[in-house]
């Protein structure tokens, strides 16, 4: 039996980002290597420094597409951007202690395990897909809410019905309402 059309494009969004999670994954190495490069004796910092600022530029710019493309499937370590962010420059980097350096590499480290987590996870969903299991793709998790408010807007809602229901109570109980009323009129 083929495949339908929908398990289809389902395959063809899984094998897009299997891809860019790749692409994602190789410049993220390339980032390590220019960084564990910079204190070799002999090598031409400027020309590390302006390979490292590009690599940096596309890194940022690929991991929103990226996250918002993986959706539920997005499992990269939180502290990724930070790390990209952090690193300003390769100068400003060495110039710290070795301490420093050290707990920047360890970062980096969890932050490929990360990627390198989130591309297996996209490789076995692939290949089920393949096989005809149904999967979802770059969807958020479906918790049956119907998708449901933010932390924000409940906290306002419950204001609002708070306030509301004051309101009803002080103006349908004759003796709060007058209670208002008096201290409301010796204000003024």
């Not at 899984?14 to 790749?22: E, I, S």
């Not at 932050?111 to 076995?124: P, R």
Request: charged fraction near 20%.
């Amino acid at each position: 039996m083929g495949l339908s059309k929908k398990q289809q494009k389902t395959i063809e969004q899984l094998d897009k980002n299997v891809q860019m999670c790749r692409e994602f994954l190789n410049d993220w190495l390339l980032f390590n290597q220019i960084l564990s490069a910079y204190p070799s004796p002999g090598v031409n910092k400027a020309q590390l420094e302006s390979q490292f600022l590009k690599i940096k530029s596309k890194l940022a710019r690929e991991h929103q597409v990226l996250r918002e493309s993986l959706g539920a499937d997005y499992k990269f370590d939180p502290n990724m951007m930070n790390i990209i962010s952090g690193a300003t420059n390769l100068e400003s980097i060495y110039s710290q202690s070795e301490v420093a350096v050290k707990k920047l590499s360890n970062e980096w480290h969890r932050a490929f395990i990360s990627i390198n987590e989130t591309l297996g996870i996209l490789e076995d969903k692939k290949a089920r897909a393949e096989m005809g299991e149904k999967v979802t793709v770059g969807m958020a998790v479906d918790t049956g809410g119907g998708g449901g408010l933010s932390p924000t807007a409940k906290r306002n809602l419950i204001i609002v019905v708070i306030v509301a229901a004051i309101i009803g109570v002080m103006a349908g109980v004759p003796q709060i309402r007058d209670v208002y009323v008096n201290a409301f009129q010796q204000l003024f």
